[in-house]
């Protein structure tokens, strides 16, 4: 079902909507930059009986971070509002194996998520063969050597291969920066294996994982993201009302070359059209 309708007019037409799930990098925020009004229009959400979350694929920070940042911008909100691709991560990987051993490339907020789960964390494996899981998330300090030890862990020992998010890049203030599948895909290609699983957006696990705990149907959830193919294309596997805000890295005439296609090579190029279409958050109220 593709929505039309005027800009004011978005909150009648998903006036069943109970849960709204946002990105954050592109779309409440570039940055250190708050984008235009995203606080209001959060605040406006929330005062219409709306519980809003929020699903971000990038790991390196901990979910307690992300609350303080927030709340600079003013933005009320709490660690269990947040699923990241690290939390998300640590919780299916603990359903797997729990107090593993774990190899990490990646950042703080991958590292704690595990920890706090009570995986173990080898920084320097010896005995490769007790590792059991390498887990890849962005990792802005990625050496040589990290790259050298995660190929021993696969290869010389047992270890299963798993990954937060695949994305090329990240939004930043001013333009974009490698993402975690710079990372990802230069242990795919030492390895010759590809994960057995990546956990974040395009994967619909985090907005799944929000549904189960919130106990709130996918008819009656929408996600606001800024890029068709992770979080529009996670919001439609998951079958939740898709909103794209092109404040991030998409843009109109990406979607409108997307619906041009007579038609498609797979379900993928399908699925990364959006619902709805806005050009910043602040459209939601705007006349």
């Not at 901990?62 to 709490?78: A, P």
């Not at 907020?109 to 920084?123: P, Y």
């Not at 974040?200 to 800024?226: R, W």
């Not at 979080?231 to 939740?240: K, M, P, Q, S, T």
């Amino acid at each position: 079902m593709v929505l039309t309708f005027k800009m004011r007019e978005l909150i009648d037409e998903l006036k069943n909507i109970k849960l709204a799930i946002f990105d954050l990098d592109g779309v409440i925020y570039r940055g250190d930059t708050l984008i235009t009004n995203s606080d209001e229009i959060i605040k406006e959400l929330k005062e219409s009986s709306i519980k809003v979350v929020y699903n971000s694929n990038n790991s390196t920070a901990t979910r307690q971070k992300y609350v303080e940042r927030l709340k600079k911008f003013g933005i009320e909100c709490e660690i269990a509002d947040f699923y990241t691709s690290a939390s998300i991560t640590a919780a299916e990987i603990t359903k797997i194996k729990k107090n593993a051993n774990i190899y990490v490339i990646g950042e703080r907020g991958l590292r704690e998520e595990l920890q706090s789960l009570g995986h173990k964390i080898i920084t320097h494996p010896i005995n490769f063969e007790e590792i059991d899981f390498v887990i890849v998330g962005l990792d802005r300090d990625f050496k040589y050597q990290n790259l050298a030890l995660a190929q021993k862990c696969i290869l010389e020992g047992n270890a299963q291969f798993y990954a937060t998010n695949s994305d090329s890049t990240l939004p930043v203030a001013r333009g974009l920066m490698p993402g975690a599948g710079v990372m990802v895909n230069a242990l795919i290609t030492c390895t010759g294996k590809e994960p057995v699983r990546i956990y974040g957006k395009p994967e619909p696990f985090g907005i799944k994982m929000i549904l189960s705990d919130y106990q709130i149907s996918a008819e009656k959830t929408c996600i606001f993201g800024d890029r068709l193919n992770t979080d529009i294309l996670a919001g439609n596997r998951a079958e939740i009302i898709t909103v794209a805000v092109l404040t991030g890295v998409t843009t109109k005439e990406m979607i409108e070359d997307l619906k041009k296609q007579k038609s498609y090579s797979n379900n993928l190029d399908k699925n990364m059209i959006p619902n709805v279409v806005i050009n910043i958050l602040d459209d939601i109220y705007k006349k």
